[in-house]
């Protein structure tokens, strides 16, 4: 489940942070994953229902989980895909809507500092997505629990 070939260095993540769920990333990476239900444009290489599906996560929990941490972290903007950072993927090189939408909550900090907070959230995240799923299920991400 875990490959060490399958991950980067992230600020405010660290240096295992995982790729993207579409770059065959681990379950971790759903915190990048887009809301379900909706058209891709890269639909074909898309891999989260599979991921959701290995670990008895279904649809609705995952959308749930996802506005929740939208709501608790003031992460909601009309601006950002799907209307919350909660949905943001991992662009680090920036992306012109998530990072507006960042400079906006955050204005006293620098970019750097505002890409090192939303990628420790975006970590926070991916945590509380992985501590919900079933105790039956948990063993199959254990390895990546211990991560964090």
Request: proline share 3%; hydrophobic share 30%; with cysteine.
């Amino acid at each position: 489940m875990f490959n060490n070939d399958k991950v980067r260095d992230i600020p405010g993540w660290g240096s295992n942070a995982p790729i993207p769920i579409c770059m065959d990333g681990d379950h971790r990476a759903l915190t990048f994953c887009c809301k379900p239900g909706h058209s891709l444009t890269f639909g074909n290489k898309c891999r989260r229902d599979k991921k959701l599906s290995e670990i008895g996560l279904s649809e609705e929990d995952f959308i749930s989980i996802k506005e929740k941490f939208s709501i608790d972290n003031d992460w909601n903007s009309n601006i950002v895909c799907f209307g919350s950072l909660s949905y943001c993927c991992m662009r680090r090189r920036g992306c012109s809507k998530r990072d507006l939408v960042l400079e906006n909550m955050y204005p006293n900090l620098k970019k750097s500092e505002r890409l090192e907070l939303y990628f420790r959230k975006k970590k926070e995240l991916s945590r509380k997505i992985l501590e919900s799923i079933d105790k039956d299920e948990k063993n199959k991400v254990k390895v990546l629990l211990d991560l964090f």
